[in-house]
């Protein structure tokens, strides 16, 4: 697995998962306009994560270059949730922001209905920094969630367990 960037061809493959019904709650869907942006914007990356058969996730890093280190990864897809790939692609992730590109801190939210990311966040060592009481509107729910907040400093990354480069 590895992960490489983003281009135009990959917009539909990005889109179909944040369609996806079991997506669709936690995931904010852009119009190809939008994702040809953060393409163009140097505080974004966005990144797919392939095999030798092709495209198997997406995610999306903003804030890149702030003064203050942090670094957000605003949105993570797997093409196969369930499949006990996330650890690795989650690890994928956290690597890169750190290792390429030169996070001090790494952060993201998850809808607090979102049980499985947040299971997943923890066990690949984020810390729960706070909970937004009812402050994510989200369409495919027709409700507002409360968005729970995550944090990883470089210093608790470097403390992690090294992985293997094909994890």
């Known amino acids: 697995m590895r992960l490489r960037p983003a281009q135009a061809a990959d917009f539909a493959f990005i889109r179909s998962l944040v369609q996806r019904p079991d997506y669709a709650p ?11 942006a953060h393409l163009a914007t140097p505080e974004d990356r966005l990144l797919i994560w392939e095999d ?15 003064p203050s280190g942090a670094v957000e990864l605003r949105r993570l897809a797997l093409a196969e949730a369930g ?7 989650l690890r994928a992730l956290v690597d890169f922001a750190f ?8 952060w993201l939210d998850a809808s607090s209905e979102n ?15 706070g909970r937004q009481r009812a402050h994510w509107f989200r369409p495919a ?3 507002t969630v409360d968005l729970m907040l995550y944090g990883m400093l ?6 992690l367990p090294k992985v293997a480069d094909d994890a």
């Open 26 to 36: 936690f995931l904010s869907d852009e119009d190809e306009a939008a994702l040809a």
């Open 52 to 66: 030798d058969h092709g495209p198997q996730g997406f995610a999306l890093y903003a804030e890149i270059g702030d």
């Open 83 to 89: 499949t006990g790939r996330g650890a690795g692609f």
């Open 99 to 106: 290792a390429d590109l030169g996070a001090a801190r790494l």
């Open 115 to 129: 049980l499985r990311a947040q299971r997943a966040y923890l066990r690949a060592g984020f810390t729960l920094e």
């Open 141 to 143: 729910l027709g409700r």
């Open 154 to 159: 470089r210093d608790e990354w470097s403390l």
